[in-house]
């Protein structure tokens, strides 16, 4: 599975931005989809993750309330929309993908990683 995150940029806090993770593979509608981040000087952190179908997410504390994670199987994409963004969400944002589970903590057991999209929030 080849995986492709675009949408980030720089945004003032309070802003919203939308994160894309576009897949290559057919057999993408059956994988888990995860969003990281890590910052500057951190260890990488897990954001968000979507079942195969859609059905089932989950999501760090930091980002409860405050982002959503949805997927078109059809169009092969996974979307991270955020909103209220803080400096504090500042970092380099990575998609996953996992063909059995969601994986929290850094994810060093996913198997599938794109480049990341960088985010910047100004205060």
């Known amino acids: 599975v080849q995986l492709q995150a675009s949408g980030g940029g720089l945004v003032q806090a309070g802003g919203s931005l939308r994160l894309s993770c576009a897949a290559s593979?057919?057999?993408?509608?059956?994988?888990?989809i995860h969003w990281f981040r890590q910052a500057p000087g951190k260890e990488r952190e897990f954001v968000a993750a979507?079942?195969?179908?859609?059905?089932?997410?989950a999501y760090a504390d930091s980002a409860k309330g405050r982002f959503t994670i949805s997927r078109d199987n059809a169009k092969n994409t996974v979307y991270l929309q955020m909103n209220t963004l803080r400096p504090e969400d500042t970092a380099v944002y990575y998609c996953?993908?996992?063909?059995?589970?969601?994986?929290?903590?850094?994810?060093?057991?996913?198997?599938?990683w794109g480049k990341g999209t960088q985010v910047t929030v100004s205060s």
């Open positions: 593979s057919r057999t993408f509608s059956t994988y888990y």
């Open positions: 979507i079942s195969w179908d859609g059905g089932s997410t």
């Open positions: 996953a993908a996992d063909p059995l589970r969601v994986v929290r903590g850094t994810g060093a057991t996913i198997p599938y």
